[in-house]
């Protein structure tokens, strides 16, 4: 059986969601990612991590959300065969653990990229992160214009990641009212009952 480690709010919601989504019974465990017995496990010290019967531990938001499509085809939550829809869907997976997950590494994490300890600096490294924020923000709401999912219209593993990441646009100073396409995504993803059940299991009200 499938074991997914996670961290509540973090990027691990996206193969929790997906694991809903596919309804098939997985074990979850809650972690610190940098507790040292976790990191006997992933030495990165990151979530999200599974593991699957005798697989070892596997780790990268991506490539666990197109293990998952792999293991339940099924569930048709990969691409649809063509090499224009596998294209769409990689390109997505690439851009939310590319541009859209770093962007967001100094604004939750600015004592890493500061050079130094002061409020001022952390501060003005909070500032750039927004920028940045901003841009892959802009990008994909311009994507979503008139789109209720991210690749073609259909429900894919992508839609999973965009939620993830869509949703820290809540701790943002200006939430998410800049981007109505992605207010409007979050929202209907909210309303999905997996999703609910995922916040649900992660103690995650927004
Ligand atoms: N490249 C990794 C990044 C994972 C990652 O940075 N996860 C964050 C949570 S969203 C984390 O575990 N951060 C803990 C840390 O960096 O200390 C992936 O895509 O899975």
């Known amino acids: 059986m499938i ?3 996670y961290a509540p709010g973090t990027c691990a919601i996206a193969p929790h969601i997906v694991l809903e989504w596919i309804g098939q019974p997985y074990d979850l465990q809650k972690v610190k990612p940098r507790d040292p017995e976790y990191m006997k496990l992933n030495p990165l010290g ?3 991590a ?3 019967g005798d697989s070892g531990v596997m780790n990268q938001a991506d490539a666990l959300l197109k293990y998952l499509t792999h293991k339940y085809p099924e569930a048709q939550l990969g691409d649809n065969g063509t090499l224009q829809d596998a294209y769409e869907l990689d ?3 690439a851009f939310f653990t590319g541009d859209v997950h770093p962007a967001f590494y100094p604004f939750f994490a600015p004592q890493r990229y500061a050079p130094d300890d002061s ?3 952390q501060s003005q490294v909070k500032e750039k992160a927004l920028a940045l924020i901003d841009r892959v923000f802009k990008h994909l709401d ?3 214009e ?3 999912h991210l690749v073609g219209d259909r429900r894919t593993i992508a839609d999973a990641y965009a939620f993830a990441m869509i949703r820290w646009g809540n701790l943002l100073p200006n939430r998410l009212t800049e981007y109505p396409n992605l207010a409007r ?4 993803m909210r309303q999905d009952e997996a999703v609910q059940r995922a916040m649900a299991q992660q103690g995650i009200k927004f």
């Open 50 to 52: 599974m593991i699957d």
């Open 146 to 148: 008139g789109k209720d």
């Open 46 to 48: 990151q979530v999200p």
């Open 185 to 188: 995504f979050y929202e209907t």
């Open 119 to 121: 409020p001022e600096t």
């Open 3 to 5: 074991k997914l480690f």
């Open 142 to 144: 311009a994507h979503l």
């Open 91 to 93: 390109r997505w997976l």
